[in-house]
């Protein structure tokens, strides 16, 4: 039973559900380190499906067809892939498709992806570029959804996306309503989608009006179909603030409010953001609903904060549920042993038929087994200490309680215990300078590479760049506020960069571009308002740093004058995958924070695991960049000769109590 829609179908009408979405990591380590959660999410969370997302122009296929087959092959939880259908190639659709079906997947979210540009997208060296256009064929959603129903039937159930507060396109932002994208969801409906799931919101308002007018509407199409509200649990404020701006969801005023008075303080941002998702839920639990009432989170491969979420609602069904099938037959997720979890080998029980339930989920593996005795010795020859490691033989397998209870669950999501530790470890990422054996690390969607702009946003921030100068200006500008964001970040200058504005600015003087940037903090308060982050009772530090692009011909004389200085360290890369290090061993940490009653706090890593991966994607977005102008135009010549020749360079240097070390360092070179 691995469609969503048969599923749906065997719960009872007034019962709740819930999904959890994820995204390929973009280190292996991140990979290892996913597969180690969602095995313990599967088990203590119970989760109906998973939803695995695909980047822009399949830029993310073979990683998540990787994590698609872990999830339905491996940790055997029903999956919905997604897919984008344009600008790339044609037949990765139909390869995409076929690899589910090999997979066993048998859900799919038919998503559009970037408007259709062919012209930037095409690689003319290619003599079948033409023909390989996916554009030719599919230019909006429902294009793919109709080809998936031709060519597959029904074996595929295929989910479409909603957009509660209209869709932003924004290339026609004048167009953002519900009111405009009604017609192309009834198209949708028509062409045969088996579900609706929504993006992301905070207007609860906003999300019952919404589904409202769809149930209401003329064509009837949307009477009983599941439509999944799409949540993102508060990770931070600065995360939130960036997620709402991308994707145009409105915060209301009071969850705002709320939130700015902390934002500082991750650990509060969280609590408080775990009180607003639970809301959310609450009000949308006492509204009517045709069927099972869905909620479908946005984990960004996290895990404490969903899991609070999930407790809070009591949206973690009991650790033995028993389904109903079409057919008639009963399911139990009872188990039959095979695998440890929680220190117990635990054995898959069996319904009373004795058979082997059908969709299962995994067991946490993890190397705690008891010894197995027997009852006379271990009731006369064990002690309290050596029995926690023992297991009678009549009890073995058998845990005294339910390893899925939900004490266990709120455990985990305390970060309680060994399995606490595992799951709230990279519990505050702090974006790609966080740890890059995080599944999280680096990213807040997975879609991949992009500029988050449509192509006259793009012409109205950067206008079209002639000269070097022109690159030049564009930085500059962004520095000095009159441009809100620069293709690699979205958001105007924070605070604290703004105390190192004139350095940077003389680093653009010298045609050096810097995309991050942090001063030296040496014991300023927590709560200080400029470079102040987390718990109010304590006291952050900093170390100098900067990243830039500059010329490679300007990267060979700096380089011989960073050699000279035992206090820095650099990690330089291009796009041709060329690297250059100071040690590229070294781990540096350039953030921490120490409060009263914790460990000291690390969010700021910078590696050349991380480096490397960021640098990929840095010059990816030159790539982007240079496809807003038309090919062989002054633009996108300068663009690209920028790309080939030009260096990403990270530089920090560690002697933070020298606040203008790094500065003087680099403007004297």
């Given amino acids: ?69 872990l999830t339905q092959r491996s940790l055997q939880l029903t999956t919905c892939l997604h897919l984008t259908c344009t600008n790339m190639s044609r037949k990765l659709v139909d390869e995409a498709l076929e690899s589910a079906k090999a997979l066993g997947v048998r859900n799919i979210l038919a998503l559009r ?14 003599p079948d570029a033409e023909a390989d256009d996916s554009n030719k064929d599919f230019t909006w959603a429902v294009d793919l959804v109709r080809y998936i129903k031709k060519e597959h039937g029904d074996y595929f159930c295929v989910g479409v996306a909603g957009y509660p507060e209209g869709h932003s396109d924004q290339s026609h932002p004048e167009h953002q309503s519900v009111g405009h994208d009604l017609p192309y969801l009834v198209e949708k409906a028509a062409a045969g989608a088996d579900f609706i799931m929504t993006q992301l919101f905070y207007d609860v308002e906003a999300y019952k009006e919404y589904e409202r007018r769809l149930r209401e509407h003329e064509s009837g199409l949307f009477k009983t179909i599941p439509i999944i509200p799409g949540l993102m649990p508060v990770q931070s404020y600065q995360i939130l603030r960036r997620t709402t ?6 915060l209301p005023p009071d969850v705002l409010k709320r939130l700015e008075a902390i934002k500082g303080d991750d650990e509060a941002v969280k609590r408080v953001g775990v009180d607003i998702i639970s809301e959310v839920i609450e009000t949308m639990k006492a ?27 009591s949206l973690i069904p009991p650790a033995t549920p028993m389904v109903t099938a079409p057919n008639g037959d009963v399911w139990s997720d009872h188990a039959i042993a095979e695998e440890e979890a929680d220190g117990f080998l635990v054995v898959q029980k069996t319904d009373q038929n004795g058979h082997r339930r059908r969709d299962s989920s995994v067991r946490n593996s993890q190397p705690r087994n008891r010894v197995v005795v027997s009852r006379d010795r271990a009731s006369s ?124 600015l003389a680093l653009v ?109 840095a010059f990816g977005i030159w790539a982007e960049w240079q496809r807003v102008y038309k090919p062989g135009s002054e633009s996108s010549r300068l663009l690209e000769r920028v790309r080939k020749d030009y260096w990403l360079v990270n530089i920090i240097h560690h002697g933070y109590l020298e606040e203008h070390a790094l500065w003087n360092r680099l403007l004297d070179a």
């Avoid at 408007?115 to 060296?125: G, K, L």
């Fill in 1 to 69: 039973m691995d469609k969503i829609t048969d599923k749906l179908a065997a719960l009872p009408p007034d019962s709740n559900y819930f999904s959890l979405e994820f995204f390929p990591p973009k280190t292996q380590s991140g990979f290892a380190n996913l597969h180690a959660r969602l095995s313990r999410m599967a088990q203590a969370l119970r989760p109906l499906f998973v939803n695995v997302t695909w980047g822009a122009g399949g830029s993310t296929s073979a990683k998540s067809l990787a994590l698609a087959e």
């Fill in 509 to 617: 003087n010298k045609g050096w571009w810097s995309v991050a940037s942090q001063p030296a903090v040496n014991g300023k308060r927590s709560n200080d308002p400029v470079f102040g982050w987390g718990p109010k009772n304590g006291f952050v530090f900093q170390k100098p740093f900067v990243e830039l692009f500059l010329s490679a011909a300007d990267w060979q004389r700096l380089r011989a004058n960073l050699d000279a200085d035992e206090q820095v360290t650099y990690f330089a890369g291009n796009a041709a995958g060329d690297f250059e290090s100071t040690n590229e061993q070294s781990v540096n940490p350039v953030t921490w924070g120490t409060f009263t009653g914790k460990e000291i706090i690390t969010p700021t890593i910078i590696e050349a695991v991380s480096f490397k991966s960021w640098t990929e994607e």
């Fill in 113 to 126: 992806g970037d408007p259709p540009r062919s012209d930037e997208y095409r690689d003319d060296s290619n």
């Fill in 381 to 504: 020859t064990s002690s309290n200490r050596t029995s926690a490691f023992e297991a009678p033989e009549d009890e073995a397998g058998i845990p005294s309680d339910q390893i899925n209870s939900r004490a266990n669950t709120l455990a985990i999501s305390q970060g309680e215990g060994a399995v606490g530790r595992e799951a709230t470890w990279d519990d505050f990422p702090n974006g790609r300078w966080g740890d890059v054996r995080s599944p999280a690390y680096g990213e807040i969607d997975g879609y991949g590479v992009s500029l988050h702009a449509s192509i006259p946003e793009a012409n109205r921030l950067w206008g079209q760049p002639s000269s070097i100068e022109d690159i030049c200006t564009i930085f500059r500008n962004h520095l000095e506020g009159k441009i809100d964001a620069i293709p690699w970040s979205e958001e105007a200058l924070q605070a604290e960069t703004l105390t190192i504005k004139d350095q940077l």
């Fill in 245 to 250: 701006k991308l994707s145009h969801a409105a």
């Fill in 287 to 313: 509204t009517p609903n045709p069927g099972p009432r869905g909620f479908h989170f946005y984990t960004l491969n996290l895990e404490k904060v969903v899991t609070q979420v999930l407790e809070r609602s």
